[in-house]
């Protein structure tokens, strides 16, 4: 099978195209690849088996030419990738996914300061300058590992997207005045994306117990609510001290369930 062609941009490499490329690797994870970090000639631009990615001054899926510097209004790279890919539904769940795209288009100041990411010196992160250096000094020896990368960003968006579909659907009701929400799983993930997400977000969250066979009671900072008032009750068998969350012994019925919890609101 004769290799399909990605070209990208020379000097330094960037999280912007590594994790574009990544995408395409693990999407068509059977096709052989190779790939040129330099300026594409003309021919390339109009050749759509050529992949020109955050290079070429073209956003053109139709010849797979993935540039956004010709307009600022035009998402990173590995957005417009992802898009061809039929990705962005799933993968636009990632917390990190639009202050990403913001940070290689406006730069990590004003995005930090958008998204309250804090000092850029402080959060850069070196995993990620480590895997975008080993592209820039190597990128074909490098294929597998990005390759790697993007299987796992697919998969863990596609669990989170998951997670947040099922919380959209879980129960929801108010215990003692503080809006709650049951969910009978005992994977929590996503929980805080769905939160960010949602207009009316619970400030209480009831799961099942992840090591045992009893509820997980949980309560976001600012509530007005302290579990460990109700670490004495023999329905419990763990209240953490500050508070934040406790465990029951069975699997109570929700309306004990709910009796319990409200004994833990501390105001109204």
């Not at 990368?149 to 929801?172: C, N, P, V, Y």
């Amino acid at each position: 099978m004769k290799a399909q062609l990605i070209i990208t941009h020379p000097g330094s490499a960037h999280f912007d195209e590594v994790t574009a490329v990544s995408l395409i690797l693990a999407v068509y994870a059977d096709t052989a690849f190779r790939i040129e970090r330099r300026e594409p000639a003309q021919a390339e631009l109009d050749n759509p088996d050529v992949w020109v990615v955050d290079i070429g001054d073209r956003h053109e899926p139709e010849k797979r030419n993935f540039d956004h510097h010709q307009d600022m209004d035009c998402p990173a790279a590995f957005v417009l990738v992802a898009e061809y890919l039929g990705l962005v539904e799933t993968m636009s769940v990632m917390p990190w996914w639009y202050f990403k795209d913001e940070v290689d288009r406006f730069g990590p100041v004003k995005s930090s300061a958008k998204y309250h990411a804090g000092d850029d010196l402080v959060n850069r992160n070196p995993v990620e300058s480590w895997l975008v250096a080993s592209f820039a000094s190597g990128p074909e020896a490098s294929l597998p590992l990005l390759k790697a990368f993007g299987a796992h960003i697919i998969e863990d968006a596609s669990m989170l997207k998951s997670q947040i579909d099922f919380w959209k659907t879980s129960s929801r009701l108010v215990i003692a005045g503080v809006p709650a929400m049951i969910g009978e799983t005992r994977e929590s993930a996503g929980l805080e994306e769905f939160r960010r997400l949602d207009e009316n977000p619970p400030d209480i969250v009831i799961s099942l117990d992840r090591r045992d066979e009893g509820w997980r009671l949980f309560r976001y900072d600012g509530t007005p609510v302290d579990f460990s008032l109700i670490s004495d009750r023999p329905e419990i068998a763990f209240a953490h001290k500050s508070g934040f969350m406790a465990k029951t012994k069975e699997r109570l019925s929700i309306d004990d369930l709910i009796a319990l919890v409200s004994k833990a609101v501390t105001k109204f």
